[in-house]
């Protein structure tokens, strides 16, 4: 079997199954399995997590039932944009769907260097577990704001929505999707300068990312539409 750190190439001290570096051999020395818990890596964590649902194979019954469910919740109830597979493995709770249109998303923002550079930033950093769900969020917002901003010659997001319902791009309907998550990021009531709206889970911060590069899609698609048309 492979376990996470291995599948996903990560450099760390544990190769895979029955293979022990070095490095891990005498980390080992030095602190035990829920010492990584406590203090390793994301990639070290979820692979003593697989090692651990791999020896739940052994053992048969209500323990090893209520081990696995445990976990499965513990991920779950995280709000992480990880999760327990089926094959007992850690995995991205995200979809090929999702991805490719993520891929399209780049088409999209490849006009606009700031606003891709933080937008792509910002997903890796999801996905990397190396910032706050609030500040994923928060990044996202603003090179979203940068782009309308770009397309639309206005100075800020709400400027833009109002621009983009004016030249028939958006609808009435679209307008006020666009609006809500202007409302969710900005300064009075967002999450971007820590508001009156609690801090969001990760998973809440994959929403925000692929509803952002839904309506980013679509916009881009209706202006090519109106330039053939004109």
């Known amino acids: ?25 005498n980390r080992i020395n030095r602190r035990d399995p829920f010492q990584i818990i406590i203090r390793g890596d994301f990639h070290e964590v979820f ?3 697989e090692i651990f649902l791999d020896m739940l194979k052994s053992i048969t019954g209500v323990n090893q039932q209520n081990a696995i469910v445990e976990l499965v919740k513990a991920f779950r109830l995280s709000g992480s944009v990880y999760a327990v597979s089926s094959s007992m493995t850690i995995e991205l709770n995200i979809d090929k769907d999702a991805a490719e249109k993520l891929e399209q998303t780049k088409q999209v923002l490849k006009s606009t260097p700031s606003a891709y550079k933080r937008f792509f930033e910002a997903v890796g950093n999801l996905l990397g577990r190396n910032s706050k769900p609030e500040d994923i969020v928060k990044n996202i917002y603003i090179a979203t704001e940068n782009y309308f901003k770009v397309i639309t010659s206005t100075s800020k997001f709400g400027g833009a929505i109002k621009s983009l319902f004016q030249q028939g791009i958006i609808n009435k309907e679209q307008k006020g999707v666009l609006e809500k998550l202007n409302e969710y990021g900005s300064d009075s009531i967002g999450v971007r300068h820590h508001g009156s709206s609690p801090s969001p889970t990760e998973s809440q911060a994959l929403w925000f990312i692929e509803t952002i590069s839904a309506q980013l899609r679509f916009i881009h698609q209706q202006k090519l539409k109106l330039t053939k048309v004109s």
């Open 1 to 25: 079997m492979s376990y996470f750190s291995h599948r996903n190439k990560y450099t760390v001290e544990y190769s895979g199954h029955e293979e022990v570096s070095a490095n891990l051999r």
């Open 47 to 49: 692979t003593i997590v």
